[in-house]
Every structure is written in C-alpha cells, then in structure tokens.
C-alpha cells in the first residue's frame, strides 16, 4: 500500500460499482461518547417452541413450518414481492418525474438447519453443503421463470442488521427488474471487460493473491478478501478462483469449497469482537436476464455493521448519507485483524 495512504485521508475508486469511498485512518483515534449496543444475547435451546422457524411450528401467517430435518424453503408469509402483481408503467405527466411500474417476483425463506441454536459459524461443512445445494437449486428454478431477471439470495444475521428472528435463516428475493446493486455491478463489470478484455473480478483477485496485504483467507476453490474499496470495517468479498458465472455450474468440489468458505467467514467473524458477529450477506450470480454475461463474476459480499467492539458500530450517516461512503480504518488493517481473528479460532 502506498505509505501516504496508511496514514493520510484519501479516496479509492471501487471499479465494481464505480464510485468513490473515502478512507480516512487519521481519525481511527477520536474518542466515542455516542451509542453502544448492548451484546446480542446468545441462544442455546436447540428448539425454541415459540420460534416461526422451528420444525413443526406455527408460523406468523397461520401456516405451519415442516418437521424437517435438514434445510427448508417456504414461500415468505409476508412477501415483499408477489408473481402475479399487475404490470403498468406510468410516468404522470410524462416529466419524467413521477415515473412508476409494477414490479413482481417471489420472495422465500430459507431455514438453514432444523436447530434453532446454529449459525453458519456453528455448522459443520456437511452442514452447510446442502444449504448451498438449495441457494443454487433456487437460482436455477427462479432464474429460468418468464419474468425473473434477478434471484437475490442473502441472509441477515442478528438483530442489529435486522433478523427477526435467530433460527439460522436466509432468504431469496426474485425480481422482474434488476435491482440497484447489480445495475452498478454489472455496469463497472461491462466497462471493464469492453476496455481491457478481461473480467475485472479475476483480474482484481490475480492482483490481490500477488499482494496478499488484503487478502483474510482461501481454499483451493475461493478466496476472501477485504475489496481495496470496502465500504463496511470489516466488509469481505469471497472469490471464486475460477471464472464462473453462477453456483449451479461450481463443480461438487467447488460447492462444498465454498461452504467451508462461508463458515470459515462467519467463524472468524464470531472471533473479531468474541461476539455472534452480525452481518447481511448475500451472493451475486451473474443476472438471469436471458443475456450473455461474459464479464460477470459470481462472489459473495459479507457486509458486517461492527466498528470496534461487540456494541459499537458503524453508522451510514452524515457524509455517508449525504457526501459518500467513508470508513476510518484502513482495509488493509481490517484484513490483518481479521487474519489474527482467523488464527485465534485455530
Ligand atoms: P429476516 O429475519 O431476514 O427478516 O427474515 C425473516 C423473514 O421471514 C421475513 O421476511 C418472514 C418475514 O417476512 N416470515 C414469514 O414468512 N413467516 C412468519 O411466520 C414470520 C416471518
Ligand atoms: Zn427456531
């Protein structure tokens, strides 16, 4: 890393989204009277009789949850988006300013384990495998529907980001539209394949494994990197080793890589603060709009809220929200405390 950058306020350019974030270490030193969180409190029953998620139980809708024993989709009770939502455009007084249309898809949820008390961190890689077998059976029925551009999968953990519930869980949310985060994706992915003839995220991961500065871990399939242009303290981005569009067409191999991948992520998370890390994570298959993507790369993007210990996180406020994203410690830094965090956990 350039020696001014380690210590001195500057921007870095995020090719994948093309934008700017500012990094400013300077200010890794201010003093903090602000919010800290209380610790999430950590589940241990196995079973919770009260949770919609659990084998057997009743969910919130009135329907009732399988007695499954290994992973469980089931249409979201209270879905964001429906199939059969009407279309229409509108553009009232064709200014171009109140411009709306319809948007339909299909939202589910995905139980990750029948046991109420595990997290990707606490699975075993046989475990985990399957979850991953479901994502990528999901991609490939959502994504060959009439009308899906884009299957979404990601998974909240934690109250802090959101998850309403503990039972370990993620969700997949299939769209007509692509949404905001692939449209800049897939921009910055297109620029760069039209001028250099290579696709940016494999050219970017040769570069990273050359340097290694940021580079948190690997096995023989991925690679987990904290981006030169992360936005989130400890945000990382897992890496296929091979150029690959979509999971469905990882090998077996591949597939149980990348969940021994994933649960080494959530694990040496879990070890940064010694706390249940919260974090939204979720994967970027190239979209399922019927076009070719050959400048796309799938990866996965681990976006964790916490700034510097188990109860004080990152807030997107202020500049963030009205200038640009802006972090204070380098991720260069990052990538050493979670590689030290890594090796903690053995
Ligand atoms: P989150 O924990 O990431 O919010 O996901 C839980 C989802 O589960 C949420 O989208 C759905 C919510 O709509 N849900 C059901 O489908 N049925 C229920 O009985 C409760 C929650
Ligand atoms: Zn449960």
Not at 77 to 96: I, N, Q, T, V
Not at 279 to 287: E, I
Not at 324 to 339: K, V
Request: contains cysteine; proline residues 8%.
């Amino acid at each position: 890393m350039n020696p001014l950058a380690e210590k001195n306020p500057h921007r870095r350019f995020n090719p994948l989204r093309r934008e700017w974030v500012l990094v400013s270490p300077n200010r890794t030193q201010r003093p903090w009277q602000g919010q800290t969180e209380t610790k999430a409190a950590v589940d241990v029953v196995s079973y919770d009789p009260e949770c919609y998620l659990c084998p057997g139980n009743l969910r919130a809708g009135g329907v009732r949850t399988e007695k499954y024993t290994s992973t469980y989709v089931f249409e979201n009770d209270f879905a964001a988006l429906k199939p059969d939502a009407p279309r229409f455009e509108s553009d009232e007084d064709d200014a171009g300013l109140l411009v709306a249309e319809g948007e339909s898809g299909v939202c589910r949820v995905i139980c990750f384990s029948p046991r109420h008390d595990l997290t990707l961190a606490k699975m075993s890689v046989e475990e985990i495998r399957p979850v991953v077998d479901v994502w990528a059976a999901q991609c490939v029925e959502l994504g060959a529907r009439d009308g899906i551009a884009y299957v979404q999968v990601f998974e909240n953990r934690g109250a802090m980001m959101g998850a309403s519930n503990p039972h370990p869980h993620g969700q997949i949310w299939a769209s007509r539209s692509l949404p905001n985060e692939i449209v800049a994706e897939l921009a910055g992915q297109k620029v760069y394949f039209e001028e250099k003839d290579e696709v940016l995220l494999c050219a970017y991961l040769a570069l990273e494994e050359k340097l290694g500065e940021r580079v948190v871990t690997a096995n023989e399939s991925f690679v987990v990197v904290v981006p030169f242009w992360a936005v989130w303290p400890f945000e990382v981005m897992i890496l296929p080793r091979r150029h690959v569009a979509r999971l469905e067409e990882m090998t077996d191999v591949e597939k149980t890589d990348f969940a021994a991948i994933l649960r080494e992520v959530a694990s040496t998370y879990d070890q940064v603060f010694d706390t249940p890390f919260p974090y939204s994570m979720g994967l970027h298959p190239a979209p399922y709009d019927e076009q070719d993507h050959p400048e796309w790369q799938f990866h996965a993007h681990f976006y964790p809220p916490l700034l510097r210990s188990a109860t004080i996180r990152k807030f997107m406020v202020g500049f963030e929200l009205l200038g640009g994203p802006q972090r204070d410690i380098t991720p260069e830094t990052a990538a050493e405390m979670l590689r030290q965090a890594a090796a903690r956990r053995g």
